[in-house]
């Protein structure tokens, strides 16, 4: 059983029981180019897309850290969707910072740069009350602080892990670590096959859920997600966007999504729904602008629009 908590201050409803939700990952100044647009410096970060997706219906505590250079403005953000910032670190230093490059059709992403800054020899030491958290969701980060922030908590009951293809290339064997304790992996359809060296999604899902994950989550961007769990298989479609902004985070945002709704003890299916309508408001803006505007209204009728793709 895991521990429950009633939260009043939670946004979507005034008192609500919750498992807290530890959320670990990168904090980043992004810039972003697409066709038609170009942004500097704004809020990004696997950690930040997935704590303003989770925190908009769970208790979130975060874990990360920024440096001296992050604008104050933008700590309102972390204090409105994490209910816990005790493990947010700044330390001395340059704030992680991304750049990332859309072509036309959005696909093929490319990195332009990757600068660690904190991040470099970033060892975060879990509070007291972090330790205890039974939800974890370990964002986007290198695999070995994925590591340390989960060996931390000994209350953990649900491990979710995302990555990505940077780490399955230089960190396999730690990743595999990692993956070792996780109950639901989350990866996209490229990732599958560079992590399993396999085409076919079947055979993805079977290879990694013999790692240890009970359930495997297989993100295929328009075409929607694939569901292994057990012997068994769904698949559920995607809210049909009609303008495509900016698709950074959006696999942030579905892991933020999933793991909110699983803090609140519902099925993995209503959690892969809920993840993929916060993602498909997520590419609708820049940054988090889409995903922090988001109304409660806004994301029940996506989740009901998903709920009927639900293996259709
Ligand atoms: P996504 O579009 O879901 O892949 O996530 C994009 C976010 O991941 C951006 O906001 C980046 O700041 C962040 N990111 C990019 N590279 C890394 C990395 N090596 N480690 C952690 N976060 C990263």
């Not at 009043?8 to 029981?17: F, I, N, P, W, Y």
């Not at 370990?138 to 293809?165: F, G, W």
């Not at 959006?250 to 999504?257: E, H, L, P, S, T």
């Amino acid at each position: 059983m895991v521990l429950l908590i009633i939260s009043k201050s939670l946004k979507m409803g005034t008192c609500m029981a919750v498992n807290p939700l530890l959320i670990v990952g990168s904090i980043s100044l992004d810039t972003i180019e697409t066709i038609s647009d170009r942004r500097e410096s704004i809020l990004g970060g696997s950690a930040t897309y997935a704590t303003v997706s989770a925190g908009k219906s769970a208790d979130v505590h975060l874990v990360g850290v920024i440096g001296t250079d992050f604008p104050a403005e933008w700590m309102t953000i972390f204090e409105e969707y994490s209910q816990d910032l005790s493990n947010l670190d700044q330390k001395d230093g340059q704030t992680f910072s991304w750049g990332g490059r859309y072509p036309e059709d959005w696909d093929d992403r490319e990195t332009l740069f990757t600068e660690l800054g904190v991040f470099t020899n970033y060892k975060p030491k879990l509070t007291e009350k972090n330790k205890n958290t039974p939800i974890l969701f370990l964002a986007n980060i290198h695999p070995e602080l994925q590591l340390s922030v989960l060996q931390q908590n000994s209350k953990r009951e649900c491990v979710i892990i995302d990555t990505m293809n940077l780490w399955i290339n230089t960190e396999r064997k730690k990743l595999k670590e990692v993956i070792g304790y996780c109950d639901v992996l989350l990866l996209n359809e490229f990732e599958a096959e560079q992590f399993t060296r396999r085409k076919n999604h079947d055979d993805q899902g079977a290879v990694l859920q013999s790692l240890g994950p009970q359930q495997v989550i297989i993100k295929c961007g328009r075409k929607g997600a694939r569901l292994y769990s057990g012997h068994s298989v769904d698949t559920i479609g995607v809210f049909p966007v009609k303008n495509v902004v900016d698709p950074t985070g959006a696999g942030d945002a579905f892991g933020g999504g999933l793991a909110a709704a699983l803090a609140h003890d519902e099925s993995i299916q209503e959690a892969i729904i809920n993840g993929s309508a916060l993602a498909s408001l997520c590419i609708e803006g820049f940054g988090i602008e889409s995903l922090h505007r988001a109304s409660n209204n806004e994301i029940d009728h996506r989740k009901e629009y998903l709920r009927n793709t639900l293996n259709s």
